[in-house]
């Protein structure tokens, strides 16, 4: 497992498959591009990266996550208790009024090692992460951070240059 790095969108809609490629990136060598997850996801200028265009890029890849349910993430500990897991966390959050996604990937002592697309890897405060986070419900999506937990993880079918090979899966 390689260190957990930020991947930054490039552009204004792939905050949700730029975090998901920061998780590939430390699961796999040669991880597809943002704005290949982002066709897999079926990213769009109208509403960016869902939570089900999310699941559909997570499946289409075979990489393995849990939605947990509205009452199970509310819980108190519950983002400590999965981060200390092992697991990175992929936040629904509200930041000065935009939905953005960004992947909890460590609890500190200051709060949380937040890799954010456009601002880099930042600590959040608990009170910060949960203002951002409970703006959008609380919703995530957590991803072991271990290869062997992604048992379907698609390594050979993701083309490295579809020009090259032909079109991407």
């Known amino acids: ?43 769009n200028p109208y509403t960016g990266t869902t939570d089900v265009a999310m ?14 349910a509205s009452e199970e993430r509310r819980a108190p500990g519950f983002l400590d208790a999965a981060l200390e897991d092992g697991n990175a966390v992929m936040l629904r959050t509200l930041v000065g009024g935009i ?38 419900d609380y919703d995530c999506i957590i991803i072991p951070r271990v290869p062997s937990a992604h048992p379907e993880l698609m390594r050979a079918s993701i083309q490295e240059s579809p020009e090259e090979t032909g079109p991407l899966l």
């Open 99 to 136: 939905k953005h996604w960004v992947t909890a990937h460590a609890v500190t002592p200051a709060g949380y090692s937040i890799a954010c697309p456009v601002a880099g890897n930042v600590i959040w405060s608990r009170e910060d992460t949960r203002a951002a986070w409970g703006a959008r």
């Open 1 to 43: 497992m390689q260190d957990f790095q930020v991947r930054y969108q490039p552009d204004g809609i792939t905050c949700g498959p730029s975090c998901l490629g920061a998780v590939l990136d430390a699961l796999i060598d040669n991880a597809p591009s943002t704005e290949e997850i982002a066709e897999l996801c079926g990213t």
């Open 55 to 68: 699941k559909r890029g997570l499946k289409a890849l075979g990489v393995s996550y849990t939605h947990p």
